[in-house]
């Protein structure tokens, strides 16, 4: 104390003195107490089946462009006990991207060198295709009241080492009521060396295979900025790097920003960070600027967002179910009638208008007139035709749909259902017909033969969406024959089973319809039924009434020739047997 404090002092009665002392001591208890005693420690002191939203913008930008992730997020409190909060997290963030303008044209630089933004480098930590952040999930998140999180099932893990979208909103809170506080921890950063898709969700939750782990450290510092009413303002400022070691990448993400809490709520209000991610490799360095963004949802605005969703799902189901209806009415005489005579037409507008409604009808029992009027388009000159046709087809007939399903499934690679039909040394095969082969393991893949060797065994290649790929030389006993319906290429001349060139025995065979044809055999006709040999060696009975008029007549034909014949089982007989084999 000075002399003119303590003359000062001296000067005035014990009373004042003493009265003095006291509304000083006073006035420091009712400072230090405003400070350590009515400020209360932040927690996330969540109540029940309390939500909270939050929308959620992230920007980055690159070399070449400007990326955007955007969308909502959003948490219910399942419980709260034992100093926990166990939340349930649901939600993801869609990627738009804006390309730059390059003022002197031609492509940027970074592109010249390797990936995009990376020089020299093969790939980068954002070449992954799809991050689990950016498409619709749910995590579940036990979290302890000071925000460290003890427990997460499930993965929201965003691009540009930003970890899970999940645990975006939740800060680590101090232990007591300082206004400073720091975390320091030390972390990892995964990548999939395996697939080039590097920078996986890291920390504890990188919980998928990997094969190349980088340490890193990890520091953040808070500071209370502004407080009053029900807000609290804290500056964050974030850091993380990695060591640099021999041609492995080295990353730092350094940020700034601020992050407001509610305190009456107990919940984060908002974030607004700026950060700057900066890899090098060798001597070379690229630097992303990005930003994270996130707001609350209001109450009001969360109400209109969902009575607008379930609004928007309502009008979807109600036209689902129009649609439905609609599909599944069958035509009236007069709209069956309209249609006929569009698809006979030549108008080309017409007719794929016409193409395309009929493609929406889905009946349980289509008309068999509609359906030969659409086949008769399949070989429509205009390819815009022919192929509305064909998809309108796919919903008439039931024959044709099976066809065109089993021609996709055939052009390969990919595995076929095994139709257990058996190829012995005694089955017949051709050249370019297309069978299941087992090469390795219990699959039957589609393949086309080559070649039939002279050991027995067949030479045929695999096919790959319409091409043929590998080949191999494989037993009888691996390969098993296509099924019935899945039109074949035509089987070469030389390799028929037919009867001689020439014979009036073999012949195209037509149904009553029109719609189905196989080139067969005729053997005999007795009791209303025909028999015949497909040239795939098979016999078929069929009543001949579902014959063509054509080949009803043919039959009749076809009998008397054979009737002309002498007997084949005489030995002097001067006629050849057409059924003999040679």
């Not at 990188?206 to 450290?217: E, G, I, L, M, W």
């Amino acid at each position: 104390m000075s002399v003119a404090k303590v003359v000062l002092i001296l000067c005035k009665p014990r009373w004042l003195v003493a009265l003095g002392w006291m509304i000083s001591y006073f006035c420091v208890a009712c400072v230090t107490a405003g400070v350590s005693e009515s400020a209360e420690p932040l927690r996330y002191l969540c109540e029940p089946k309390q939500k909270f939203s939050y929308e959620v913008h992230v920007t980055i930008d690159e070399d070449d462009r400007v990326k955007t992730l955007k969308g909502n997020v959003h948490y219910l409190v399942d419980s709260v006990e034992k100093e926990q909060l166990r939340i349930t997290y649901r939600g993801g963030l869609a990627e738009s991207a804006k390309l730059k303008q390059i003022e002197h044209g031609g492509v940027p630089d970074g592109l010249l060198f390797g990936t995009r933004g990376f020089p020299g480098v093969a790939f980068s930590p954002f070449s992954r295709p799809t991050f689990t952040g950016q498409v619709q999930s749910t995590n579940r998140i036990t979290l302890s009241l000071t925000g460290s999180v003890l427990a997460m099932d499930g993965d929201s893990q965003l691009p540009y080492l930003l970890g899970n979208l999940s645990l975006l909103p939740f800060e680590i809170l101090p232990e007591s009521n300082e206004r400073q506080w720091k975390v320091d921890t030390g972390t990892s950063i995964t990548e999939e060396s395996n697939s080039r898709r590097p920078f996986g969700a890291f920390g504890p939750f990188a919980n998928y295979d990997t094969r190349k782990v980088q340490s890193a450290s990890e520091t953040i510092e808070y500071r209370v900025d502004k407080e009053g009413g029900e807000l609290i303002s804290i500056k964050k400022t974030y850091g993380l790097k990695t060591p640099v070691t021999g041609e492995n990448e080295a990353f730092e993400m350094t940020g700034t920003g601020t992050w407001v809490f509610n305190v009456a709520e107990h919940v984060p209000e908002s974030l607004d960070m700026t950060y700057q991610l900066v890899v090098k490799k060798g001597n070379s360095s690229t630097t992303f600027p990005v930003s994270v963004k996130f707001t609350r949802i209001s109450a009001a605005q969360l109400a209109k967002m969902e009575a607008d969703a379930k609004r928007l799902r309502e009008e979807h189901e109600q036209k689902q179910a129009a649609d439905k209806l609609k599909a599944e009415t069958p035509l009236t005489d007069e709209q069956k009638d309209s249609a006929l005579a569009v698809l006979n037409s030549e108008d080309p507008k017409q007719l794929l208008v016409t193409l395309k409604e009929l493609a929406a009808k889905s009946l349980a029992e289509p008309d068999a007139e509609i359906a030969g009027a659409i086949e008769d388009l399949l070989a429509h000159t205009d390819a815009a035709i022919a192929k509305a046709a064909s998809g309108a087809l796919m919903k008439w007939s039931s024959s044709y749909k099976v066809k065109m399903e089993l021609k996709k499934a055939y052009e390969g690679p990919s595995p076929v259902k095994s139709t257990d039909r058996e190829v012995n040394s005694s089955t017949p095969l051709y050249v370019g017909q297309i069978v299941q082969a087992q090469e390795h393991g219990h699959f039957w893949i589609p393949a086309v033969v080559k070649d039939l060797l002279g050991d027995g065994r067949v030479q045929v290649e695999f096919l790959a969406w319409g091409k043929t790929n590998r080949s191999a030389s494989l037993a009888r006993r691996s390969l098993q024959l296509a099924p019935e319906e899945l039109e074949q290429p035509a089987r070469p001349q030389a390799a028929r089973l037919a009867s001689p060139s020439g014979s009036p025995f073999s012949r195209t065979w037509s149904d009553a319809t029109g719609r189905f044809k196989v080139e067969a055999e005729f053997l005999s006709s007795a009791n209303g039924k025909v028999l015949l040999r497909r040239s795939d060696g098979r016999e078929v009975e069929l009543p001949i009434e579902k014959l063509s008029g054509k080949d009803q007549e043919a039959i009749i034909k076809l009998n008397e020739e054979i009737l002309k014949l002498e007997n084949p089982f005489e030995p002097k007989a001067a006629v050849e047997n057409p059924f003999e084999p040679k």
